[in-house]
């Protein structure tokens, strides 16, 4: 590969890297305020325990769907910053910017942007399934036994959150042989 191809390579893989960081950060920080509103609702709506119970549920709904866009963006992301990597190896630079060992893995997982932004999500789920709960107390509960069983109530959104973990945490991928899970 000529200088001006890996230039133009790198020049892509970086747009790419760059663009879609942004477009993460971006859709972190729109959940962060969506989920402040809904909690400023939860705490307007004092004794409207219809209302709470709505907005707990979007609350829930939207932080179960803002977990999949967050695996997505990371993913997107990650293939960015791989082939950044191999540009780097492929001598673009003579300092890597990006490159670390492949075998140093002085990094915490603790310290990941991937981590935190997850863990804030699923706080923000069961967060919100205990407002919906908190606002079944205000409902009459005959009337709501009537119309839903309870294992609905208690056992679906657990299961949903520890679907949504599996997927976002614990799911390793194989990619270019090597797990994708850094």
Known sequence: MSNEQKESAFQYSWEWFKYHAQQRYLAFNIFLLVMGALAYGYALAEKSSHLKFAVGTLGFVLSFSFMF???????LVNDGRTELNK????????????GKDENNKDDCWILKHK??????IIVSMIVSYLAMLDSLKLINY???RKMVPDLFFYLAPIVLILVAGWFGFFKCEERDGRSARR
């Open 142 to 144: 005959s009337e709501l």
């Open 115 to 120: 981590f935190w932004f997850r863990f804030v």
């Open 87 to 98: 540009l780097e190896r492929g001598g673009v630079f003579e300092a890597p910017i990006l």
């Open 69 to 75: 866009i967050e695996k997505r963006s990371n993913t």
